[in-house]
């Protein structure tokens, strides 16, 4: 494994090369123990809908932010397979120097917990809002609807993932506006998601033994409550939170307080 780093005042950034030699890019800010940021769905460190939250955490933690595969600067396999997402993380929490805090966004907070439950170094989870499809689909129908709106265009692929697999409200959806030209270019890596979340049912991370937090927004989706109620139930060290928020999502100042009050980081 190895990593090219450039340093640039109290931050840096690099690549690291994960377990199969995918380069996997990373950005490094603040001071404090250490808390690795998973994207959610189809976003870069630079198109996340959270851009401002790794500098709000970096008042408490050293912050590391990478592009998963498929996305950004990072680059990616032929065939994708979820535990290649796990390495990528192992890549990253290594570089900080062993098991880490580990933050994960929506599906992110699911590839977290996938994560967890693969045995990577993660000394506790913080997620926000994850997504769990209980049914597998051992066929991949799911996938292969994806694929077959991505070769219409990824803007087609793109507008079914938002409206029918997500379920994003047409306010917010006009709120969002049109993706950019970099959310068109990672569309693609919306069937990583396909391919992990069927079959990912709280009960399926009972033996998750890390302490995790689980926060939702007084505002989102009703079966968000179900999904972290669940995790609570089937994990033996996980606590719900709701704080105030929007629909899928809170701000940058409740979350980072919430997130350094459960990681002992506080100021």
Request: hydrophobic fraction near 40%.
């Amino acid at each position: 494994m190895t990593s090219a780093i450039e340093q640039s005042g109290p931050s840096s950034h690099g690549v690291v090369d994960s377990a199969d030699g995918t380069p996997i890019a990373w950005s490094r800010t603040g001071a404090g123990p250490d808390l690795v940021m998973v994207h959610c769905v189809g976003v870069s460190r630079m198109t996340t809908p959270q851009p401002t939250l790794p500098d709000a955490l970096a008042a408490h933690f050293t912050v590391w932010t990478y592009d998963r595969r498929g996305t950004g600067e990072s680059g990616n396999s032929r065939r994708y397979d979820v535990q290649r997402e796990v390495e990528d993380l192992t890549a990253v929490i290594d570089l900080a120097g062993g098991p880490a805090t580990v933050y994960g966004f929506s599906s992110g907070a699911t590839l977290a917990l996938i994560a967890a439950e693969a045995g990577a170094p993660i000394e506790r989870l913080a997620l926000l809002e994850p997504p769990l499809l209980d049914e597998p689909d051992p066929d991949h129908h799911f996938r292969s609807e994806g694929e077959r709106r991505l070769a219409q265009g990824p803007e087609v692929l793109h507008q079914w993932f938002q409206t029918e697999v997500v379920g994003v409200p047409e306010e917010v959806l006009a709120e969002l506006g049109p993706p950019s030209e970099a959310n068109l270019k990672d569309a693609p890596s919306l069937l990583h998601e396909l391919t992990f979340l069927p079959g990912t049912p709280a009960r399926r991370f009972a033996s998750v033994a890390q302490p995790t937090l689980i926060v939702a927004s007084s505002a989102t989706a009703p079966e968000m409550y179900e999904y972290a109620n669940g995790l609570e139930e089937a994990m033996p060290h996980a606590q719900v939170e709701i704080l105030p928020g929007e629909w899928h999502g809170v701000d940058d100042t409740t979350l980072t307080r919430s997130i350094s009050r459960f990681a002992g980081a506080a100021r």
